[in-house]
């Protein structure tokens, strides 16, 4: 079956800018995360949503960045005044749910960001 | 912070077991220890996890400690195709169920 699909593959923007990441999760799957890898790092938690809801945001650096889920299937993340620092990788996971501690969460491409 | 270490690299010949260490320490009682891998310029592969007992399944073994304080990713017949960043995570029990990465191992296969 199709697995997580993230658009674009790659986006280039300049500094200041502001860009939207999308994430399509596996369908059925209620949970969805968000991670950022930077070169050389593994990758690193930002958000995590439970349906339509936001469960835990700790990983956000900032107010700069932000990500909904409004029917609890795509997601986007969204990235304002982006900076220098925020080129990474962005992952999406999703699981067939978050609250069973079992389930392994399955990946995207990620969409890798430049910042210029 | 990351709750695993893992060494940064290692070599395997090809054909040859492939044993990854990791330690976690401070895992709690109820948190899973998963292995993923990451080939260059994709995202993360599941691999196996476990929480107390020894696991297997068509790609590797894992071998946990009694204590829990560490682990053993086992591929049995390494491949070419088996090249990639390996990170062993523990997944938080509660709440999120997010994973907490490390820096993970680079296991390169030789020919």
């Known amino acids: 079956g199709a697995g997580v699909s993230q658009t674009p593959s790659n986006k280039v923007t300049e500094k200041g800018k502001y860009v939207e990441l999308r994430c399509d999760p596996i369908?059925?799957?209620?949970?969805l995360y968000w991670y950022r890898q930077s070169l050389g790092q593994g990758p690193e938690f930002l958000i995590y949503f439970q349906g339509t809801g936001a469960a835990d945001d700790s990983g956000l650096p900032n107010d700069r960045f932000f990500a909904v889920r409004p029917e609890g299937s795509v997601s986007t993340l969204k990235i304002q005044r982006t900076e220098r620092g925020d080129s990474a990788v962005y992952l999406c996971?999703?699981?067939?749910?978050?609250?069973?501690?079992?389930?392994?969460?399955?990946f995207g491409p990620g969409t890798r960001l430049t910042v210029t | 912070d990351a709750k695993t270490t893992q060494p940064t690299s290692m070599d395997c010949a090809e054909g040859r077991a492939a044993n990854l260490p990791c330690n976690h320490s401070t895992i709690s009682g109820n948190e899973y220890v998963y292995w993923y891998r990451q080939i260059h310029s994709q995202g993360p592969q599941y691999i196996i996890h476990g929480l107390k007992n020894n696991e297997t399944n068509e790609m590797a073994s894992l071998i946990i400690t009694e204590d829990r304080k560490s682990s053993t990713l086992i591929l049995p017949h390494a491949t070419l195709r088996d090249t990639a960043v390996y990170y062993c995570?523990?997944?938080?029990?509660?709440?999120?169920?997010?994973?907490?990465f490390g820096t993970g191992t680079r296991l390169k296969v030789l020919a």
């Open positions: 369908s059925g799957h209620t949970a």
């Open positions: 996971a999703s699981s067939p749910e978050g609250g069973a501690s079992s389930y392994e969460q399955y």
């Open positions: 995570i523990v997944r938080v029990a509660t709440g999120t169920y997010k994973y907490i």
